[in-house]
Each structure stands twice: as C-alpha cells, then as structure tokens.
C-alpha cells in the first residue's frame, strides 16, 4: 500500500495543505479493494502557514516524513512521533527553493529535489549538506521545469524534464548517462511527462502527461510500449500525473 498512498501524496495535495496518516486495521486484510480496513491515525499541518500545496513526500529509515512543501518554497520534516516540524531548504546553494515538486531517497538516504522553478535537482545528504545540477534550457544536464524523480537499485536517477518532454538519466554524482523523448505523439515521443518510476524489471515507466498514456521502456528508453488514449474508460486516461510499481512490478497511476 505504500506505493499508493506515495501516488495520493505526491500529486493530490496540490489542492491540500494537510498529511494524513492512515494504517491497516488488519495486516491479513490489507486491501486497497476495501477502504473500511484503513484506520486513519493522525494529520498534520492543516495551519498554511506549515504546509501548502504539498507536492511529494518520502519517508526515511528513520521514519522522518520528508515532504516538499512546494507552496512555501521549502522542505518540511515532520517526526511521526511527537508532529514536531523541521523546515528546511529555504536557502540552498546560494538560491532559495523555488517551487519544490518530486522527491525520491537513494540506497544512502540521500534525497534528491527537484527544484521545479529553479530548474535543477539537488541532493542532500542526511546532515543537509546539498549539492545541485542543473540550469534553464535544452542542452544535455539542462532543465526545464523537472518534476517526477526516480532512483534505480543502482541508484541511478531518473527525471522527468517535463517541460523539455524529455526523460534524462544520470550517475548518483549527477554526470550525465542518456536522454530519451523529445515533444510529439510518436511513441518514441513524450509531451509534458510528469512522473517516471522503475520497476524491479528494471523497465522505466513514464506518466507521458499531455498524451494521455504511460510508456513502458528499457533504462536507456530503447524499445517504448506505450499504452491507452485519452477517455474516462478503463485502460484511459485525462492527464495521468503520478506513478508507482509495487513488488510485482505492478503499475499504479494517478488518472
């Protein structure tokens, strides 16, 4: 269940300005098919002036909620324990957080931000010691508005470069490795993609926004199988906006 509670975080709550904490009532019977075994727990951060339009959250090994608190431009903690709130980020590298939108943890913990406004991705170790990558434009390493961020075994990052309808893949250092896409309908082609996943199969699936499909490629982009059209019947799609695999590299997404 983790992976669709992850989908309802990172895309829903741009209307939103609350976390809600939901738990199965019984492990035996956890099923998404049957909402009445979640017991909600707790919520946080109902005050704006703590969290606004959050935009995606990840939870650590120490359980810290992490979340990009995108409308006021910052990263937020939260400690489930005692609902304590650690802000953080307003100033990184020289330039203020603008707009933060996708998050995702490598095997170190080290998180990963894509700075949407600021067109970069920047990572940060657990004592917030941050580094970045990342300016306006085309050009390979380049960005424009980032958004959906995915971290493989090997930890090899994956980003949607929404703006530059385009997938680019880079080392955990942020060197670049490879790009696929380009704006179109073909399906070699992407249009506003905004969120990417890997699955355990190793295959890249990218939430192809503005055609209204996922795409299911290899890790270089090679081979595309894109599937659905835009609709409300089953298999379409309206602007899907998020993605996850679970174990059995089962796709979930966010219509």
Not at 78 to 94: A, E, H, P, V
């Given at each position: 269940m983790l992976y669709i509670k992850a989908l309802i975080f990172f895309w829903?709550?741009?209307?939103?300005?609350?976390?809600?904490?939901?738990?199965?009532?019984?492990?035996?019977?956890?099923?998404?098919?049957?909402?009445?075994?979640?017991?909600?727990?707790?919520?946080?951060?109902?005050?704006?002036?703590?969290?606004?339009?959050?935009?995606?959250?990840?939870?650590?090994?120490?359980?810290?909620?992490?979340?990009?608190?995108?409308?006021?431009?910052?990263?937020?903690?939260?400690?489930?324990?005692?609902?304590?709130?650690?802000?953080?980020?307003?100033?990184?590298?020289?330039?203020?957080?603008?707009?933060?939108?996708?998050?995702?943890l490598d095997s170190a913990q080290n998180i990963y931000i894509s700075d949407q406004n600021n067109h970069r991705i920047i990572k940060c170790d657990r004592e917030y010691t941050c580094t970045h990558w990342g300016t306006f434009g085309n050009g390979i390493g380049e960005f424009n508005s980032p958004s959906g961020i995915a971290i493989d075994s090997e930890d090899i990052v994956y980003i949607a470069d929404t703006k530059n309808h385009r997938i680019q893949k880079f080392d955990s250092a942020g060197n670049y490795i490879t790009q696929w896409g380009g704006e179109g309908s073909g399906k070699r082609r992407l249009r506003n993609p905004r969120a990417v996943a890997v699955g355990k199969n190793g295959y890249v699936y990218v939430a192809d926004t503005g055609n209204n499909r996922i795409i299911r490629s290899s890790a270089i982009g090679k081979n595309p199988k894109p599937w659905g059209t835009f609709g409300t019947d089953k298999g379409q799609f309206d602007r899907p906006m998020g993605i996850a695999l679970d174990s059995s590299n089962s796709v979930y997404v966010a219509d």
């Open positions: 829903l709550p741009l209307m939103l300005w609350a976390i809600t904490f939901a738990v199965p009532a019984s492990s035996a019977t956890d099923k998404i098919s049957n909402a009445s075994n979640y017991v909600f727990r707790r919520s946080w951060g109902a005050d704006r002036t703590v969290l606004l339009s959050p935009s995606a959250l990840v939870i650590d090994s120490n359980k810290r909620i992490i979340v990009a608190n995108q409308g006021l431009h910052r990263m937020t903690n939260i400690s489930q324990k005692d609902r304590t709130y650690f802000n953080w980020g307003d100033f990184l590298n020289g330039t203020s957080l603008f707009s933060p939108s996708g998050l995702a």
